[in-house]
Structures are given as C-alpha cells and as structure tokens.
C-alpha cells in the first residue's frame, strides 16, 4: 500500500519531529495533540523549524511552504480518520498507549496502518487492543527526527508481511534508512544503547573515574561523538531511567536496575539538559554536577 496521508499523534519533541520529516517529502499530513485541543503553538514551532532550515541554507523556499502547506492542524483523533498511516508518539505508558491506540482502531479507515514510536515497549502488547494486528508495527525514530538517519520498523507476531514492507518503503521515501526486525527487548539501539549508559554509571559510582573523563575516554577512544553521561544527560535522566526499568522488567537481569545515582537525579528532577542539571550542570556552560554522586 502507497501511504499518501499520515497521522502523528502526540506534538512533542519527538511527534513534532516526525512532522517536519514527513512534511518535507511531500506526504501530507494531519498532527493532532495527545490531549486533543489547540495545536497553535506546535503549528507555530513547526514553521519557526522550517524557516531556520531556510535561514541556514538547509532547505529551499518553496519546500518549506509546500512543507507548512501539507500539515493539517487538528483539535480532534476523528479527523484522522483516512490517514494511511497513523504514527503514535506519546508518553511511554502502556496503558495510555493502549487506551489511544484502541480510540484509533475505531476511527481510523479498516486498511489504515497503526504504528508506534515506542522505544522500548514490545508492540504485541499494544497490538492487543486493537483488531487490527496485522495492520500495527513499531516505527521507532530517532530523536532528533529531522537529523538522525535510522528508524527501526519493528514487527509484532501477527504484523503482516505487506505492512512490514509498506513501512520500509514509507521510510525510503521520507529518506530515512529503515532496519526491519521483531519485536524484541529494547530492540536493537536501545537493546544495546541502555546497557551501556548505566554500565557507565556503575563504573562513576564505583569510583573507577568520573563523568568527565569516562566521557572523554569514549570520545576519544571510541570516536562516540558525546560519552554516555552527555549523551544521558541529552536524552533526559527521566528517560533513561525509564527505559532501564523496563528492559528490568523484561529481562530479569541485574546490569539492567537503574543505579542509585540515577534514581536519586531522577526523583530531584535533575533530568539533563531539559533542567538544567543532571550528570553536568548546565547554568554556566557544562560543569560537573556535585550532587549526582549516590
């Protein structure tokens, strides 16, 4: 099936996102709030996005305007009812997926793809509430959308073939490069992505070295472009800890609990840069932050 109409639900970060990438190839659109109501403001950070695209030479005139003219705003899940595909992409609750996902099973048109954003959740577990197994997947992006390269399209154990297929192609033509693969724990990035930030962790907590320089070590000796505790500190404490805890649940391995000095943060509120501290403190450039220590 060619998808020629997309859904996003959820206009965060990462739902925003997913926007900009769909809209600039020439898909439309329609991007509604989880909670229903005025998209002003995320319309608004939308075409700013866009305009700095333009501004710094990344994008053309006319693809910007073609991009905001594709976008339908909507207050309501009813007006995605012909979307082709509908993309998930709110908090990483199972039962407020769940109860969403069960919402667009009823609204949206019988041959409509669901999909989901989730990072980590298996999608057999969301695919239960609906009826349309066959037709749910996980379209697993990367944050930020508009930048990173990959998205993962993950099959459930009664994802069709043909709307496995009808994914990738969908994530070829938004010029992304899609990896196919089940539904496993954590799938592939994050599946190797979480064991090693809290293995870091560890490691600062042991006292072997500190945050700094073991964000030095892999930099430097492993060319990453930021060392685990930036990079944790750049997708939220919140979400690391949060991804942590349900490879836990699913895995039952020790290397997996969240360490002390991550709980403590995350109970603070000190997530990363969305805060201003976490890891570092970022109120004067990017300093260590003494009350991370557990």
Known sequence: MEIQQ???????????????????????????????????????????????????????????????????????????????????????ELDKKNDLFGKLDKIVKPSGILATNTSTIGIDNMAKATKRADKFAGLHFFNPAPVMGLVEVISGPKTAKET?????????????????????????????LVPYLVDSIRLYEQGVSNPADIDAAMKLGCNHPMGPFELSDYIGLDIVKHMADILYSEMKEDRLKSPPSLVKLVAKGDLGRKTGKGYYDYSDGQKPNPDAKA
């Open 6 to 92: 997309v859904g996003v639900v959820g206009l965060g970060a990462m739902g925003s996102g997913i926007v900009n990438v769909v809209s600039k190839a020439g898909i439309r659109v329609v991007a509604v709030k989880a909670t229903g109501g005025d998209t002003g403001k995320a319309k608004k950070e939308f075409e700013a996005g866009l305009d700095k695209e333009v501004g710094r030479g990344k994008l053309a005139v006319y693809k910007a305007n073609a991009a905001k003219a594709g976008v339908t705003w909507a207050t309501s899940l009813d007006q995605l009812k012909d979307c082709d595909l509908i993309i998930e992409s709110i908090v990483e």
């Open 164 to 192: 496995a297929d009808s994914l990738v192609s969908f994530c070829k033509n938004v010029n992304k490069t899609p990896v196919p693969l089940p539904s496993a724990p954590g799938f592939i990035v994050n599946r190797l």
